[in-house]
């Protein structure tokens, strides 16, 4: 599936700096990663990670405080950094399309299914207000909500919140985009419909041949869903590599730990491997590895020297001391 | 062994206003005719889409909401029996922890204050008892004494689940309802929470109520498990049972529909479709059949009702 590169992004920082300046925020710091055309990756972190941050900064939609700092951001050839904000509007909702968490809140209330559903084939594409109207029926039809030609009229507290999601599904692909990006999108929904829904964005994915970008904090998600693994954690990709891989054989202790502490639904009722302490504040990251605090693998080293990422099989990197001896060649260098 | 809980064809409806003038009405089926027990020491899993009565469920456990129907028995004593002194023993008897420790603690109050609450509301306790008291509970939930004089704004969130699960312990209850008490916390702390309330049920020999979205962290902390679907219990059983074998066709397409825990293991899906149906007006006969992939001519006149398919309780006709 995986075809030529689509997205890289290269050592890619976005900060977020205090009104005085005094503080600064590391919310993304040196991130590489890339994703072929049609690939599914998906950045894990917890809340504080940066990957929301990250989400942002690939759509260039950061709030004002927030900068990006260095790095290039190329996307099928052209890097989005050196594009003015016009430039970037044409990508927006276009070539890059975005699904939120909370589809109550990007949807609005005071306009039509319809007309939101249209609206950016009436903006990218120049289309007639009829024309697109019959390509929203024709949307909505495509993410399998039943009798389109009367919910295409409807506003969007006629719909459950499944629906809302899956509408705000069919504005992300109306323009035919290359790459997704859906930031937890189904943490609102229950169960069977979060399955529905994930199952409709996987067909969706095989019928346009869209990248997908899945930012959660549900290992679940990845394990279901993709072909590619970043984890996050204090605004660094700790680790990364293809999904498979790196859950039967995790690198580095964050990952290790992550993976031991979800329940299963066929264990014995073990005792789960928690991860001691939380989660470190951003703008007081301690010196050296930020998972050194919590890290059972800790070493003097960590705790006065930050890892650099290390490169330990093709399309695999983990920022780990110990996965030194294990790299081809290190990648900051 | 007397359970801890028992309820009994347990029933809360609420009365609903339908349309702007209210004309017509309604009646939500919350809970419709529940039955389940808890043991000392054992945890019941309660399982459920939104609007299938778990919420509810817990209400009536906690005596927030009276029963339309049916009788909760606590320690074999009916609730609604009990005189003002045995109600208040009830209340002091069964505590509760909620989803978010945000909202669940008064930012104005101290640490000390907000776990001696249930204290010092419910009996007359020396000043040097109480703080003693505090300190051995900031101790079993694992918090720095120090803690006691700080305010809830100065923890994480993990730290503040801690807190009001001390709250919850303070009263030396035998029954603690979880309303989805990790679900509000990162991933890496909610292994942290769940250890702890197993220790904790081991130590105190606590029973459990515990409400959660997560199957796998129901399946692996409950030892009992009802499924309900809109207001009734379709299947219930030993846990272990139940996640690995379900019968009912919506506990199959439920746990099926959850999210694998290694991609090794992307199983197949039970497809459902639709929606859940709204509980106001909840389909005839047995209410999953409109999404049911099993539907027979029987399911929508017939309701079924729950009878033992190879050690678990199941309402449907598949097995009748």
């Known amino acids: 599936m995986a075809g030529q590169t689509l997205l890289s992004l290269e050592h890619l920082s976005a900060h977020y700096v205090s009104q005085q300046g005094t503080r600064v925020v590391r919310a993304v710091d040196d991130v590489t990663i890339s994703l072929g055309a049609g690939e599914t990756l998906g950045i894990v972190g917890e809340s504080g990670s940066g990957k929301t941050t990250l989400a942002l900064t690939m759509m260039r939609l950061l709030p004002p405080a927030a900068r990006i700092v260095a790095g290039r951001m190329m996307f099928e050839g052209e890097d989005l950094l050196k594009k003015s904000d016009e430039e970037m509007r044409k990508v927006r909702g276009k070539r890059i399309a975005m699904i939120l968490q909370d589809p109550m809140a990007s949807l609005n209330p005071l306009f039509s299914i319809g007309n939101q559903v249209a609206e950016p084939i009436r903006v990218h594409e120049g289309a007639a207000s009829r024309t697109a109207w019959q390509r929203a029926i024709q949307l909505l039809k495509s993410v399998r909500i039943a009798s389109p030609d009367t919910r295409v009229s409807q506003f969007p507290h006629e719909m459950s919140g499944g629906m809302r999601q899956r509408i705000v599904g069919a504005i992300g692909i109306s323009c035919e985009p290359r790459l997704l990006i859906a930031d937890e999108p189904t943490t609102s929904l229950d169960l069977t419909i979060q399955a529905q829904y994930l199952n409709l964005l996987r067909d969706l994915q095989r019928e346009h041949g869209l990248a997908l970008i899945f930012i959660t904090h549900n290992l679940g998600i990845v394990a279901k869903m993709c072909d590619q693994l970043a984890v996050m954690y204090a605004g660094r990709v700790v680790e990364q590599g293809p999904v498979s891989r790196i859950f039967n054989a995790p690198t580095h202790p964050y990952t290790k730990a992550l993976l031991g502490s979800i329940p299963r639904m066929t264990d014995g009722g073990e005792r789960l491997t928690a991860i001691d302490g939380q989660p470190p504040d951003l703008s007081n990251l301690p010196a050296g590895c930020a998972f050194a605090p919590r890290c059972p693998a800790v070493t003097t080293r960590c705790r006065v020297e930050a890892p650099p990422e290390f490169v330990t099989e093709p399309g695999r990197s983990a920022r780990c001391w110990l996965a030194e001896p294990m790299a081809l060649r290190s990648s900051a260098a | ?320």
């Open chain 2, 1 to 320: 062994m007397t359970a801890v809980l028992q309820a009994n064809d347990l029933t809360k409806h609420f009365r609903a206003r339908r349309g702007f003038f209210g004309g017509e009405r309604g009646v939500v089926r919350a809970v419709d005719g529940i039955s389940f027990a808890i043991d000392p020491g054992r945890t019941l899993g309660v399982v459920g889409e939104s609007g299938c009565g778990k919420t509810t469920t817990a209400k009536l456990v906690l005596g927030l909401e009276e029963p339309s129907g049916g009788s909760i028995l606590f320690a074999g004593r009916d609730l609604a029996g009990l005189d003002t002194a045995g109600r208040r023993d009830y209340r002091r008897s069964v505590q509760a922890v909620f989803q978010d420790p945000y909202a669940s603690l008064n930012p104005r109050m101290r640490i000390s204050a907000i776990i001696a609450e249930p204290l010092v509301t419910n009996e007359t306790v020396e000043p040097v008892e109480l703080k003693r008291r505090v300190s051995e509970l900031l101790d079993l939930v694992g918090l720095p004494e120090r803690s006691a004089d700080l305010f809830p704004h100065e923890f994480s969130g993990g730290q503040r689940q801690r807190i009001a699960i001390a709250r919850a312990l303070v009263l030396s209850p035998r029954l603690v309802v979880l309303d989805e008490p990790v679900s509000a916390l990162d991933v890496s702390i909610r292994a942290q929470i769940l250890n702890l309330l197993r220790d904790l049920q081991d130590r105190l020999g606590l029973s459990y109520l515990f409400i959660a979205h997560d199957l796998a962290a129901v399946a692996h902390m409950s030892h009992e498990i009802v499924v309900m679907y809109l207001g009734k219990i379709v299947e219930s059983g030993q846990a272990k049972t139940i996640a690995r074998d379900a019968k009912h066709p919506y506990t199959k397409a439920l746990f099926s529909a959850a999210l694998p825990s290694h991609p090794d293991e992307r199983h197949e899906e039970v497809p459902l479709s639709g929606e859940v149906p709204s509980p106001i007006s909840p389909p005839s006969g047995c209410h999953f059949h409109p999404r049911c992939p099993h539907a027979m001519a029987r399911c929508n006149r017939e309701e079924p009702q729950l009878a033992e398919v190879e050690g678990r309780l199941v309402a449907c006709h598949l097995f009748s």
